[in-house]
């Protein structure tokens, strides 16, 4: 039987009736990844006490690093915490910002989304603003609310595309869609402030917040999205043809192994 390829799929810290400490990942993620590129999903801990990044790297074919409700602990790019910008998964973000450098050297493909793209953007040196919505000219990015300050209960409201993306239309995501312009939702608070050193910016909203990013010299796919494109694949073609491409990648880096360890 033909073995698919394995993404490794990081989980998120989270506490259950504020006693069970739990690692999880929203169905979504494992669904986008199984329906849509084919290749099987294989949850890993955020944990450095419990995955060792190179034993994981043996036996996936490339990571998905998913959105979480945590942002990024800011003492990564030397800025002071703030309580109100809590919760942060410190867990996460020692794992997760090795994996992404690691990853790149190795052309083993990385995929961020969300707090993905963001985690890309420290690892390379960047920062990150806490609220994009408070820097003057930006829209609100988070989800919608009802009048009474709850989370709209219809998914459909939540996750409907919100905002324009202007491509660079000489970059890795212009040429995956085939145009210079998309429209996306919108679910975050923290966004990139300053790129890290090869970071490249290739999506830009209309209020200027960075919206896709690739990493410069990589030597395999390494893209990330700030909107949740694992959303809706299955029927938005312009999330299809990014999980599509990252579907190839991985087959690319499944058959490059399986040749190596033939010989």
Same mark, same amino acid.
């Given at each position: 039987m033909k073995r698919r390829p394995v993404v490794g799929v990081i989980g998120n810290t989270y506490s259950i009736e504020n006693r069970f400490a739990v690692q999880m990942v929203g169905e979504r993620n494992l669904r986008a990844i199984a329906e849509?590129? !084919?290749?099987?999903? &294989?949850? %890993?801990?955020? &944990?450095? !006490?419990? +995955? *060792?990044?190179?034993?994981?790297? *043996?036996?996936?074919? !490339?990571i998905l690093l998913t959105g979480a409700r945590a942002n990024v602990h800011p003492r990564h790019f030397n800025v002071e915490p703030n309580p109100k910008h809590e919760p942060y998964d410190e867990a996460r973000d020692a794992l997760a910002l090795d994996l992404v450098e690691i990853c790149v050297e190795r052309g083993i493909p990385i995929f961020g989304i969300c707090r993905g793209l963001q985690e890309m953007n420290v690892a390379f040196g960047g920062s990150l603003h806490p609220e994009i919505r408070e820097i003057p000219g930006r829209m609100n990015h988070r989800m919608p609310r009802l009048p009474t300050g709850e989370i709209h209960p219809d998914p459909q409201v939540v996750f409907a595309d919100r905002h324009e993306v202007t491509l660079d239309p000489n970059g890795n995501f212009a040429r995956i869609l085939g145009r210079n312009s998309i429209r996306v939702n919108s679910l975050h608070g923290q966004g990139i402030l300053e790129p890290g050193k090869r970071v490249v910016i290739e999506g830009i909203a209309e209020d200027g917040t960075v919206e896709a990013i690739s990493i410069a010299e990589a030597k395999g796919f390494a893209l990330g999205v700030q909107w949740h494109a694992e959303y809706d694949p299955q029927?938005?073609?312009?999330? $299809? @043809? &990014? %999980?599509?491409? %990252?579907?190839?990648? &991985?087959? *690319? @880096?499944? @058959? +490059?192994?399986?040749?190596?360890?033939? $010989?």
């Open positions: 849509v590129t !084919g290749a099987l999903p &294989l949850m %890993f801990a955020g &944990l450095p !006490g419990v +995955t *060792d990044v190179e034993s994981l790297l *043996d036996v996936v074919d !490339g029927r938005n073609p312009i999330n $299809r @043809r &990014l %999980f599509e491409e %990252f579907g190839k990648a &991985l087959n *690319d @880096r499944y @058959r +490059t192994s399986a040749s190596a360890h033939a $010989r």
